[in-house]
């Protein structure tokens, strides 16, 4: 059978290094994007390029665009420390960025009609996670649908399915995850507010992803600022 | 009553220079968008920014954006002429560029939140136009659906709402509605394939513009390769 094509949305991340595990454990062909939109933790572009390498992606593209702001990610906002994942309905911190999901899932829509490819694959997750609206498996399903009346591909009758492995798993699952598909953890970046590649050990990307190392029972092999 | 915001995407082209003079009539602060997208067209943005200054807008803003082609818009693929507005369906011409409108509605609603603005303009039309498939009154409805589960904003319970005022309009009505507004047609631009800001006359948003003024029985004061 002839292998299917898939964008998986690549940031250097655990969880989207783990979804790309995933995509071609799956036997897909992966085409990754990755965005240069701003954001301060920039440096996670090196281990999106890192995973591209250590997992043999033939096809990768960076798009650099312009944002807005209006985020602690890509603004001069202080990035909230020992804030861990909230249970307060509605409570979306300011590491929010607006319609960022949206945007990066209608990129994939228009790479993935540009290669005549029905998949996405997109790294979401909505139990160990900071509350963003589109995270949630509601946005994404609402995405999906408007994706098959968007293009002319869904006008010919080319369904698009966005694919969100991780949306029901907790970290350590997540981890897991990408241990049992040899994701090299190691060259992943999950910190919000990285200095020279160490992570800050405080924002809540490093404390969920600091317990969920710990509830794996592994070590996390990325260097923090203090000793964790 | 204080006014409200709108974000209004602006091509520089006939439709969006007339939406914008809508919104402004209906008692909107415009905060107007346009895209430097590699369109091949580039020469739009000068008709743009001329809008911006005729109308009297305070706020514009241009996002550089890296695209990845696949149309006769962005790469190297002749413009269609003499292709008239199609009936046939589902004929869906080259110039149609991958899920542009998903990408620029998703910049818009990403720049409202930002804003903290409830109301998008956007110039699609179903009557006189190219058989788009992101420009149906069903893709602007879904979109809309989408955006109010996709942001901070829309959890909170604001509401995003798109405005398509032209959308079962046709070329001659449009026309009208802007000559009415005071919109300088002079300085708008339709043209998929201009050379030094003169139009060719030939691909089919020049035919269709052409045949609109036609029926409004005006003559359209932009300039054309051939005596039209």
């Known amino acids: ?17 783990v979804v790309l595990s995933i995509a071609i454990k799956n ?18 572009l090196f281990y999106a390029k ?6 043999k992606v033939k096809y990768y593209k960076v798009f650099k665009i312009d944002f807005f702001g209006g985020s602690a990610l ?20 300011v590491t929010y960025v607006p319609a960022r999901n949206t945007i990066f899932l ?4 228009g ?19 900071s509350g963003y ?20 591909q869904s ?3 080319q369904k698009i399915k966005i694919h969100a492995p991780l949306l029901k798993m907790n970290k350590k699952e997540i981890i897991e995850t990408g241990e049992k598909n040899n994701v090299d953890f190691k060259y992943t970046m999950s910190c919000y507010n990285p200095k020279n590649k160490i992570n800050c050990g405080e924002c809540d990307a490093c404390l969920l992803r600091l317990n969920g190392f710990f509830e794996a029972n592994m070590k996390d092999p990325t260097k923090y600022k203090k000793n964790v």
């Open 1 to 17: 059978m002839k292998k299917e094509k898939a964008v998986v949305l690549l940031s250097g991340g655990l969880d989207s290094s």
């Open 27 to 44: 036997g897909f062909i992966p085409y990754c994007i990755s965005f240069d939109y701003g954001q301060r933790h920039k440096s996670e």
């Open 50 to 55: 890192k995973q591209v390498f250590l997992q």
């Open 74 to 93: 890509t603004d001069n906002i202080e990035i909230p420390n020992n804030r861990y994942s909230s249970n307060i309905p509605n409570d979306i911190p």
């Open 106 to 109: 209608s990129y994939a829509l």
């Open 111 to 129: 790479y993935s009609e540009y290669l005549q490819c029905s998949n996405i694959f997109i790294g979401v997750n909505i139990i160990d996670y």
């Open 133 to 152: 609206p589109d995270c949630r498996p509601e946005f994404i399903s609402m995405f999906e649908k408007m994706a098959n009346i968007a293009t002319k």
């Open 155 to 157: 006008v010919l009758g």
